[in-house]
């Protein structure tokens, strides 16, 4: 993932500032802005847990609009 692809996801997912992911993450805003800015490298984990909290989001969004979730794909019993 590159910098500019974390940022789009960032934004994407509705979190206009760094300290909003930031806080989300459980990282600091000035880890956000080093991968943003190709500072550092975007550690695997960090890619993944952008795409849990999408998924979480598609999730709240379902239940919101009165959607069940697929059989198999979380909740009880599955």
Not at 43 to 66: F, I, M, N, S, T
């Amino acid at each position: 993932m590159t910098p500019e692809e974390f940022k789009e996801k960032r934004l994407k997912l509705g979190y206009e500032t760094r300290g909003d992911l930031a806080e989300a993450m459980g990282i600091t805003r000035y880890a956000i802005e080093h991968y943003e800015y190709g500072r550092r490298p975007i550690p695997k984990w960090a890619q993944k847990l952008l795409e849990c909290l999408r998924l979480a989001q598609l999730v709240e969004q379902k239940r919101q609009d009165g959607n069940s979730l697929p059989s198999g794909h979380g909740g009880r019993g599955s």
